[in-house]
């Protein structure tokens, strides 16, 4: 990641952006870019450097390398005021799902990337971001 202090701010973790999120689109998935998640050691170009991604099927035109770290944690949330609400539909995340009732009227959906109890050190994962898909029926 860049070395610029985000909002400038020295610390040495990326505060993510909110504006970053898309709403949802025509098909009810919601996009969430790596700037709009928050990733420890993220503002700091010795574990985490911004990438271009090519061609390769991805629907973020950039994400962020991982160097190398022993503690991962990448957190983020997202308003559920993005999804169009319907009764028994289920949203689906990758590693989990959720459900949003209709007596829910705001509120956020909060979710991570953790691995922090052990200290093997990781390396060479390449973080686009994620996207929020509405399950079918």
Not at 33 to 59: C, F, H, K, M
Not at 96 to 123: M, Q
Request: charged share 20%.
């Amino acid at each position: 990641m860049d070395s610029t202090p985000q909002n400038g701010h020295t610390s040495p973790h990326w505060e993510g952006n909110c504006s970053y999120i898309k709403d949802s689109d025509a098909s009810g998935s919601c996009r969430i870019p790596v700037r709009a998640l928050s990733i420890t050691w993220g503002n700091d170009p010795r574990y985490w450097q911004w990438v271009t991604l090519g061609e390769d099927g991805t629907q973020f035109g950039e994400g962020t390398m991982l160097q190398q770290v022993n503690w991962i944690e990448v957190t983020g949330k997202m308003d559920l005021s993005l999804f169009e609400k319907r009764p028994n539909v289920w949203k689906e995340l990758p590693g989990g799902e959720f459900s949003i009732s209709n007596s829910i009227t705001g509120g956020n959906v909060e979710f991570g990337i953790f691995e922090v109890e052990t200290d093997r050190w990781k390396g060479s994962m390449v973080l686009a971001g994620i996207k929020v898909n509405p399950k079918t029926p």
